[in-house]
T-cell receptor, first 110, second 116 residues
Framework: KQEVTQIPAALSVPEGENLVLNCSFT??????LQWFRQDPGKGLTSLLL?????REQTSGRLNASLDKSSGRSTLYIAASQPGDSATYLC?????????FGTGTRLKVLA | DGGITQSPKYLFRKEGQNVTLSCEQN?????MYWYRQDPGQGLRLIYY???????QKGDIAEGYSVSREKKESFPLTVTSAQKNPTAFYLC???????????????FGQGTRLTVV
C-alpha cells in the first residue's frame, strides 16, 4: 500500500531564505508526482507536475525534483516571501487515484 | 474562465438528513474525484469517476453516494448513514485517469460540511 510522508510537518523561516520541502513515498511504481499549495479554508492549487520519466520541473521560484528509485521528491522555494505562507501537499498517482501526504505548513516571516 | 466550481461553500446538516454537494467543471475532463479532508490527515478518496456514466468506490465510500450523468457534473450525496460527516470536501478533475495520459489534477475551492 502506497504511503506518502512529508517532513517537516511545519516550518517557519525568515523572508528571503531558500528552503526545501520533502516528500517521500513507499512504492516507486508511480505515474507522476504533483505538488500543491493550500491556503487556509481553500482548495488546492497545482504548482508543479512531474511525470515519472522526468527528473525535475521548474516554475518561477519553484523547482521540484523526483527520484523514483529512492522514493523521494523535493520542492525547492527560492527567495521565500510572506505570500508563500501556506500548506504544501505532495501527491503521487497510482492506477486510478492520487495519494496525498499530510502536508508541510510553511510560514514565512516578514 | 475554465475551472471547477463547488457549491455551496458552507453547508450545515441536521442529524438524519441527506445533503448533496455540487461539483461542476468546464475543463472537458473525463476523470473526476471526491476527497475528504480532516484536520491532521491527508486527503482521502471517497469516489472517483473515469468517464461519464461510470464511477467507483474509493477508500472511504461508506455513507456516501455519487452520480455521473453528465461529463461536467459529479455531485456527492452525504447520507444519514455517514456517522461522522463533518469535514472539508474537495472535488477534483483530470483530463485522464492516472496511468492513462494527462493526469494533472485540478481542484475546486471546497465545501465545508458541519453537522448541527
Amino acid at each position: 500500500k502506497q504511503e506518502v510522508t512529508q517532513i517537516p510537518a511545519a516550518l517557519s523561516v525568515p523572508e528571503g531564505e531558500n528552503l526545501v520541502l520533502n516528500c517521500s513515498f513507499t512504492d516507486s511504481a508511480i505515474y507522476n508526482l504533483q505538488w500543491f499549495r493550500q491556503d487556509p479554508g481553500k482548495g488546492l492549487t497545482s504548482l508543479l507536475l512531474i511525470q515519472s520519466s522526468q527528473r525535475e520541473q521548474t516554475s518561477g521560484r519553484l523547482n521540484a525534483s523526483l527520484d523514483k528509485s529512492s522514493g523521494r521528491s523535493t520542492l525547492y522555494i527560492a527567495a521565500s516571501q510572506p505570500g508563500d505562507s501556506a500548506t504544501y501537499l505532495c501527491a503521487v498517482s497510482g492506477t486510478y487515484k492520487y495519494i496525498f501526504g499530510t502536508g508541510t505548513r510553511l510560514k514565512v516571516l516578514a | 474562465d475554465g475551472g471547477i466550481t463547488q457549491s455551496p461553500k458552507y453547508l450545515f446538516r441536521k442529524e438524519g438528513q441527506n445533503v448533496t454537494l455540487s461539483c461542476e467543471q468546464n475543463l472537458n475532463h473525463d476523470a473526476m474525484y471526491w476527497y475528504r479532508q480532516d484536520p491532521g490527515q491527508g486527503l482521502r478518496l471517497i469516489y472517483y469517476s473515469q468517464i461519464v456514466n461510470d464511477f467507483q468506490k474509493g477508500d472511504i465510500a461508506e455513507g456516501y453516494s455519487v452520480s455521473r450523468e453528465k461529463k461536467e457534473s459529479f455531485p456527492l450525496t452525504v447520507t444519514s448513514a455517514q456517522k461522522n460527516p463533518t469535514a472539508f470536501y474537495l472535488c477534483a478533475s483530470s483530463m485522464d485517469s492516472p496511468g492513462q495520459g494527462n493526469t494533472e489534477a485540478f481542484f475546486g475551492q471546497g465545501t465545508r460540511l458541519t453537522v448541527v
